[in-house]
């Protein structure tokens, strides 16, 4: 075991680390800006913009993380107009390929998480805020949405951590991400087991960071929704809140 | 249920029995004209045929197994295959992990990039090469101020420096050849810059890898070299894919 070759290259895998954290919270981020008009249009069927989005969705879910990046990465490069046009600057570059493709992924899946919280949003929560003069924006930006935002956390937290595990494909188009770094000492020393097992304890410590994250958060934001004990409330009573 | 499950555990261990042959060879296909991938999913090039030529001579049914470069070494030393025939060059690095042959061609390090480049022009400018191989080390020990992009097969790297996500590359001067710039895909491309053969980075040519404790296999491909070198079907493979003998002084 050559351990030692891991602590000498301290800095590629700090550099990793980097790079993956970098890559997760923007694409987490971007995709949320992408997945909350989209879950919205899917939510209340929007006429032609609710067909659009739902391709979208589906094209993204459908195929794997890998094609998607590898059609982005080097498919789009093939095209001279791509090569020609103002987002070549943008599409040259790795990272920005890569920040594309898993935002655009984590959009596509949020969107759907974002539907469903909204769709088992009870109609009465809706109908009390309407019955109070609400507009349609105020509805929905200062109730419908805090609420099904809420209840959509602990499935946000799961597509997360799919997002952070979901990047290392960064590592395929040269980006030095956590797993680029496991091949790139790999490929230097003929280490596979330290580099690798190295990548995974460094994948483990970030998921449980989120995971905490998350858990906190949900603490926080789903506490009218917790049942104390002592509370005695029916499940259906619950499912009225 | 049970009998089934067992059934096809049966069906599947049988299948993989059936395809034992005498010695599994590690080859890449991602490294023409050496090695490629053709559209039937099989591999071709020199590689395929210099290794079936030695398994003829020594005698031996093998298979080739195609193996991404980054795990090639691993697999040799996992057991997955007993033999790396894939221009892997003879480097001291390498010797301190497996055991070579003596080499079965010799060919120098070139730059390729845009019709018209020079050395000169290379600052500034990025540099793509495979992980792993001689030729980062060369460019990191030779021109260490150049950023260098690392790529897992050289036909990503050739993909990159036509969309012009790279400046350069550098690679072994035939592969660069008959794998780009003899192709379409290299049109507007020449090589540019010295041929570099410095046997600190590039070591002795390129040879059969096999594991350190197979001295016997190890010496056996030497031979089997050897022979298919004075037998001519050296030069009849070689006439194959270049023009001039590849296997070096």
Redesign the interface.
């Known amino acids: 075991m050559r351990f030692d070759l891991v602590f000498a290259n301290w800095e590629l895998f700090a550099g990793g680390v980097w790079m993956t954290m970098q890559l997760t919270v923007l694409s987490v981020l971007i995709g949320f800006c992408i997945a909350l008009p989209c879950g919205i249009i899917r939510a209340r069927g929007i006429k032609y913009a609710n067909g659009l989005v739902n391709a979208y969705v589906y094209v993204f879910r459908g195929t794997p993380l890998l094609v998607q990046l590898y059609l982005i990465y ?1 498919g789009l ?2 095209f001279d107009f791509v ?1 020609d046009s103002f987002l ?1 600057p943008v599409l ?3 990272w920005w390929c890569a920040l594309i493709t898993l935002s655009l992924n984590s959009g596509a899946y949020a969107t759907e998480i974002i539907r469903g919280a909204l769709q088992t949003t009870p109609k009465g929560e809706e109908e009390a805020a309407t019955a109070l003069g609400l507009t349609r924006f105020k509805v929905y930006a200062l109730v419908l949405l805090p609420s099904a935002l809420r209840r959509a956390l602990p499935q946000y937290g799961n597509e997360v951590v799919f997002m952070l595990h979901g990047s290392a494909v960064a590592s ?1 188009i ?1 980006l ?1 991400d956590i797993l680029g770094a496991g ?2 000492l ?3 020393f ?1 280490v ?1 087991y330290e580099g690798f097992i190295t990548a995974a304890i460094l994948y483990i410590c970030l998921t449980f960071m989120l995971v905490g994250l998350f858990r906190l958060a949900e603490g926080r934001f789903l506490r009218h929704l917790r049942i104390d004990a002592g509370d005695r409330i029916s499940p259906k009573a619950i499912a009225m809140r | 249920m049970t009998r089934f499950i067992t059934a096809t555990i049966a069906a599947i261990t049988l299948a993989g029995a059936a395809g034992a042959a005498d010695l599994k060879i590690c080859v890449e296909g991602a490294y023409p004209p050496f090695s490629e991938t053709a559209t039937d999913g099989s591999v071709v090039g020199f590689d395929i045929d210099i290794a079936n030529a030695l398994c003829s001579d020594m005698g031996k049914e093998c298979e080739m197994l195609k193996t991404d470069w980054d795990g090639i070494i691993p697999a040799l030393l996992e057991r997955k295959c007993d033999a790396i025939i894939a221009s892997m060059s003879i480097t001291e690095d390498r010797k301190q992990v497996i055991d070579f042959s003596a080499k079965y061609y010799n060919t120098p390090g070139r730059f390729v990039g845009k019709d018209g480049m020079t050395e000169a022009d290379l600052e500034g400018k990025v540099v793509g090469v495979q992980r792993g191989t001689i030729h980062q080390n060369f460019m990191e020990g030779e021109f260490p101020g150049i950023e260098l992009k690392l790529y897992g097969s050289q036909d990503e790297v050739y993909l990159d420096l036509v969309a012009g996500r790279i400046d350069a590359a550098m690679a072994d001067s035939i592969a660069i050849l008959d794998g780009f710039i003899n192709t379409d895909a290299g049109e507007g491309f020449a090589f540019f810059g010295g041929s570099y053969s410095i046997p600190k980075y590039h070591g002795d040519g390129a040879g059969i890898g096999v594991r350190q404790s197979d001295t016997d296999l190890r010496d056996a491909f030497t031979q089997s070299i050897t022979n298919i070198r004075e037998s001519g079907e050296y030069e009849t493979i070689n006439s194959k894919y270049f023009e001039f003998d590849i296997y070096g002084g």
């Open positions: 080097y490069a093939q090569k070549w040259r570059e790795a395929i040269t030095q091949r790139t790999n490929a230097k003929y596979a």
